[in-house]
């Protein structure tokens, strides 16, 4: 088997403050292969968007990322220089936005926001960019791509702004793509067409995906491989659809149950999960959900549960996983 | 209402609280103590300064420090400390004053402008924009045309151009409560409108003018000195820091010291305005507390 | 654009005629014979007479101030008391003096100040911007005046590198006036550039902070392209605005400056005529400034309105 396209070993990242280092991801490690689509799931401040920026390196100000290996194609990226790592982004990561009316450039057109890589990093000239760019446009399904080609964000609708900034994302042809959260800000029929859009978009590119959301809807549809972040730390990691059929977290059971209560039959009573998430950077002693998990011991409270294989390819952060029996067995239809 | 009334809304009046406030706050300790002493020294003036500011010695001009006189003499023979000293009065009091005149017509025809809305509100605001860019400078011309020059149309023309600064700041406390509940319930219950922006809009005014009024007090004692340095100030023999420098300019070539003195007075001054300025808007500013949770 | 540009102008018009009739209200106050101030001191009585028939001053005061108003667009200003002669050729004069100085301030505000922002705002944090940011507070404390004095100790008197009056011998060369111009320049251009930099330097810390800003470096683009590209056009555009104003201001500025180095422009102009009660100058001059400001507010709307797309196109979709 080939070196994974992306190897993330003990993947830390902490933001300074005056108080001293506050730590939002403490310890996560995750592969993905070439071609695969894999998603890591999560409330907000459980440090997935983090996560993802980490790859590319791009943090916001104040905060510090290492680990004990972040490997693409095997190459080290946190010895890479900022020149060599602007090589890499957009050419072989690139990434799509939550936001995408904040996360393009109020100030230029959107065909110059495509046509930026390709006149600068692959050297086009200006009317092979422009024409590769309606490709591109098309590709993504923008209508009248001409006309948009001279507009502003600010003329575009939601839903193509999104898929603006898809085209902008595929542009060079990236070996993964990673997706923050990219319809949470669109409606459900929009939600739908992106998705399908970025499904498609894979399998004619052979592209690797990676899926940032807390909506696992939007994961079951698209996602081959599941991890499930909590207050910093993945606390699940398996297939799709073991990880549907059987979760061994009792955060991933109950954000299960949740999501089934939504899907459910009208009338159903929606069990929110009580609680909140830790605080960003409070020292925690056991295991981060105990305060809030409804199997909760007191061995919990006083020792962190460690990652570990309950199956092949399924692992699970908790002292009690293996002994979870399913209650519910398939993921409802779409 | 007066002034005293309107900051008494906001801090219960106790100096116990307010010095424990100040002594957290670098700046405002710092800035808090030279503004003081400073103060002390412009109402101690008569008191201590070794001689009267305007009398003059034509034997002893454009002397250097010394004994006699510590900060040395001007071109008319007079002390340039005792000068200095009571130089500061003006200073202080146009400064403060102007601001404080600007704090409270401003904030009452902010309240009201805002409260009344509609065609009041969209004539005051034109207004206010017209004012707030116009450089002080301009209006004091314009009012010294019709008073005449002197301490009293400094106050006014430097209150005239911080006026639509405080109105602003009025206007948008005004129109954020005026959604709130608290206020439909007072309408509801048949209070009239003056009680409504008395009881229920001018209490949230406080802080946000507090913040305003140190922010704008540096601005209005560096406008006063300009003004007195153009000759618009208080009129001569009467000391102003401004006045100070002007008149030392024309002998620079035979003593540094007559402007040397005035200039680092007012820095000071100035300086401890705006510390103390940071400082507050540490203490009342919503986002910073947050930060620093 | 054009919907933009034609409100701004009629915005503009409105507020000049609400500026004349302000000064013609705050002159009709002051003690001073109209007449007189058309013709000037050496008047002899019947000219007064005439005039003082032609001004109607048993007339109603919209009519008065409307033929003062038609007067003013003519040009024709009066005779100033002090010099007796015509005030439009004093203020030309001292217009293109003031024009200079205000020139070469704003150059070289607009160039140290954008350049020191964006210095400090790349180094957000670190030893250069805490230096840039602490020059600026110290910078801003000071009054124009005690700056202008100070700089003049520095450079005329202690080092003699500099002349201490701003206004060369006329016929003398580039490099003597500048010489002459740069002491005034630097004094009116400090409080400019101070709130440049930091107006700077806040906008372009909060561009670099938006969403589209990590966009583009995940695009790949390297942080010089994208501080240029990307971040400076967005940071540009209220810097304009505030640039503008601060133009604006500089006539304020002026004032002070031009009087601390004697230097014939409209400001010292301007406060000699108060000081003198050489009214006509002085209602002149007010007018002349009030347009000033009023002009330049709106060619700064309209820049504004070039360089934001949002505004140009239309505004929202």
């Given at each position: 088997m080939s070196a994974p396209l992306i190897d993330a070993q003990n993947l830390r990242i902490a933001f300074t403050h005056p108080d001293g280092e506050k730590l939002a991801v403490r310890g996560i490690s995750l592969t993905i292969a070439r071609a695969s689509s894999v998603a890591i799931v999560g409330?907000?401040?459980?440090g997935k968007s983090l996560t993802a920026l980490a790859l590319l390196r791009?943090?916001?100000?104040g905060s510090r990322v290492w680990a004990d290996a972040l490997q693409l194609d095997g190459q080290d990226?946190?010895?890479?220089?900022e020149k060599r790592m602007t090589a890499i982004r957009g050419r072989r990561l690139s990434m799509i936005f939550q936001n995408p009316m904040s996360a393009?450039?109020?100030?230029?057109t959107i065909g110059r926001q495509i046509t930026e890589q390709l006149r600068r990093?692959?050297?086009?000239g200006r009317k092979a960019a422009e024409a590769r760019a309606l490709e591109l446009m098309g590709l993504v399904e923008i209508s009248d791509p001409v006309r948009r080609f001279?507009?502003?964000?600010?003329?575009?609708?939601g839903g193509m702004q999104q898929r603006a900034m898809i085209a902008i994302a595929l542009t060079c042809n990236p070996d993964l793509l990673i997706a923050d959260e990219?319809?949470?800000?669109?409606?459900v029929t929009l939600q739908a067409q992106i998705m399908a859009l970025l499904s498609r978009l894979r399998e004619e590119l052979g592209m690797a995906l990676l899926l940032i959301s807390h909506d696992l809807g939007v994961v079951a549809e698209t996602a081959d491989h599941v991890h499930v972040m909590y207050a910093g730390e993945i606390v699940e990691s398996a297939a799709t659809q073991a990880l549907f059929d059987d979760p061994q977290h009792p955060y991933t059971r109950a954000l299960l149950k949740t999501f089934r209560d939504l899907e459910g039959p009208a009338g159903v009573e929606l069990t929110p999960i009580p609680g909140a998430p830790p605080a960003l950077g409070r020292q925690i002693i056991?295991?981060?959900f105990a305060p809030r998990c409804?199997?909760?011991?007191e061995r919990c409270r006083a020792e962190a549960p460690i990652l570990r294989d309950?199956?092949?390819g399924h692992l699970a952060a908790c002292?009690?996983?293996?002994?979870f029996s399913n209650e519910v067995s398939h993921v409802p239809a779409a | 209402m007066t002034e005293a009334s309107l900051s008494r809304a906001g801090s219960t009046g106790s100096f116990v609280r307010l010095w424990r406030i100040v002594s957290r706050n670098k700046r405002l300790l710092i800035g808090g103590t030279i503004l003081t002493i400073i103060i002390l020294l412009a109402v101690l003036a008569s008191l201590i300064?070794?001689?009267?500011?305007i009398q003059q010695d034509m034997k002893a001009r454009?002397?250097?420090?010394?004994?006699?006189?510590w900060l040395g003499t001007d071109h008319l023979g007079r002390d340039t400390l005792s000068r200095l000293l009571h130089g500061l009065r003006p200073s202080l009091v146009s400064g403060v004053a102007a601001v404080m005149l600007a704090t409270l017509f401003g904030s009452l025809i902010g309240v009201v402008a805002g409260y009344a809305g509609g065609v009041l509100d969209a004539v005051v605001g034109r207004i206010f924009d017209l004012l707030?860019?116009?450089?002080a400078i301009f209006i004091a011309i314009g009012m010294i045309l019709i008073i005449g020059p002197g301490p009293v149309g400094v106050v006014l023309a430097i209150a005239l151009s911080e006026l639509p600064v405080f109105g602003r700041v009025a206007r948008a406390v005004t129109l954020a409560n005026l959604g709130m509940a608290h206020v439909e319930v007072a309408r509801s219950m048949g209070a009239s409108p003056a009680r409504i922006m008395r009881k229920h809009i001018l209490p949230f005014t406080v802080n946000p003018l507090i913040l305003q009024f140190a922010i704008s007090a540096p601005a209005a004692v560096v406008a006063e000195a300009g003004l007195s340095y153009l000759g618009?100030?208080?009129?001569?023999?009467n000391p102003s820091l401004g006045m100070l420098v002007s008149d030392a300019q024309l002998y620079l070539s035979r003593s540094l010291y007559g402007a040397a003195f005035p200039i680092i007075a007012i820095g000071i001054l100035v300086l401890s305005l705006t510390l103390i300025a940071d400082g507050v808007q540490d203490v009342l500013d919503p986002r910073r507390r947050r930060q620093l949770r | 654009m054009l919907r933009y540009t034609i409100s701004r102008f009629g915005q503009l018009i409105l507020l000049l005629a609400i500026a004349s009739v302000v000064v013609f209200v705050v002159i009709q106050n002051t003690p001073g014979d109209p007449a007189l101030m058309r013709?000037?001191?050496?008047?002899t009585p019947e000219q007064v007479a005439i005039e003082q028939a032609r001004l109607g001053l048993d007339r109603s005061l919209f009519e008065r101030y409307v033929i003062w108003a038609t007067d003013a667009l003519r040009l024709d200003l009066g005779v100033s008391?002090?010099?007796?002669?015509?005030v439009i050729r004093m203020l030309g004069d001292a217009l293109f003096h003031t024009f200079r100085l205000a020139a070469l301030a704003s150059a070289f505000a607009l160039l140290l100040g954008t350049g020191l922002g964006i210095v400090a705002a790349l180094n957000r944090g670190r030893r250069l911007d805490t230096v840039i940011s602490a020059v600026c507070s110290l910078g801003l404390s000071l009054p124009s005046f005690a700056l202008g004095t100070i700089l003049i100790i520095l450079f005329?008197?202690?080092?003699?590198?500099?002349?201490?009056?701003?206004v060369a011998m006329t016929g003398q060369s580039w490099a003597e006036q500048l010489r002459h111009l740069a002491l005034p320049a630097i004094t009116l251009a400090t409080p400019f550039t101070m709130v440049l930099t930091r107006f700077m330097r806040g906008t372009l810390i909060e561009v670099l902070s938006q969403d589209y800003i990590v966009t583009a470096r995940a695009k790949g683009i390297p942080m010089g392209a994208v501080v240029l590209t990307h971040a400076l056009r967005n940071a540009l555009i209220p810097t304009v605005t505030i640039a503008g104003m601060q133009i604006g201001s500089l006539l304020a500025g002026a004032t002070v400056t031009e009087t601390v180095f004697s230097y014939p422009g409209l400001g010292r102009l301007t406060i000699e005529a108060v000081q003198g009660l050489d009214y006509p100058v002085v209602q002149a001059a007010l007018l002349l400034t009030a347009s000033l400001f009023l002009i330049n507010t709106f060619i700064v709307d309209l820049t504004y309105g070039l360089i934001d797309p949002r505004v140009r196109t239309g505004g929202r979709k």
């Open positions: 409330e907000s401040g459980s791009l943090t916001p100000y990226m946190l010895a890479l220089d393009l450039n109020p100030v230029l990093h692959v050297g086009m001279r507009q502003y964000p600010h003329q575009l609708s990219p319809t949470t800000a669109l409606d056991g295991c981060p409804s199997h909760v011991a309950v199956r092949a002292h009690f996983a293996g002994s | 300064a070794p001689y009267s500011p454009l002397q250097d420090p010394s004994w006699l006189h707030v860019a116009w450089p618009l100030g208080s009129q001569p023999p | 013709l000037g001191l050496d008047a008391f002090a010099t007796s002669q015509p005329a008197i202690v080092l003699r590198w500099l002349p201490p009056s701003g």
